[in-house]
């Protein structure tokens, strides 16, 4: 079974930076993707980020050039670093990750969590934007 343990979120001001982590356990090997949702209040959850096992990313248009997915093999661990905070970045983040492949190629740029069959994960952290 894999796990998935957030942590990082927080409030900052306008302008500010924050950098979520994502610890997994139980991942037993094979393609996967991996990344982050968010959900402001009232809103409906939002794909923000993603990563594969090839290190390709992939970014919403609202968060490119601000927000970087990155991963740490050695430590389980993927992140999300995001700069020039807004107060529209305020929202639940939740990580997740992927596994079980379907057949077809991702497309280039786009988001890989449409591509995999299994879904995982983990509780939401808060991340607060004052203005």
């Known amino acids: 079974q894999v796990q998935l343990v957030p942590s990082g979120g927080g409030s900052v001001q306008a302008g500010g930076s924050l950098r979520l982590s994502c610890v997994v356990s139980g991942y037993t090997g094979g393609n996967y993707c991996m990344g982050w949702f968010r959900q402001a209040p009232g809103k409906e959850r939002e794909a923000v980020a993603s990563i594969d096992g090839d290190g390709t990313t992939a970014y919403a248009d609202s968060v490119k050039g601000r927000f970087t997915i990155s991963k740490d093999n050695a430590k389980n661990t993927f992140y999300l670093q995001m700069n020039s905070l807004a107060p529209e970045d305020t929202a639940m983040y939740y990580c997740?990750?992927?596994?079980?492949?379907?057949?077809?190629?991702?497309?280039?740029?786009?988001?890989?969590?449409?591509?995999?069959?299994?879904?995982?994960w983990g509780k939401g952290t808060v991340v607060t934007i004052s203005s």
């Open positions: 997740t990750a992927r596994i079980q492949q379907y057949a077809t190629s991702v497309v280039a740029g786009s988001l890989c969590f449409w591509y995999y069959g299994t879904e995982y």
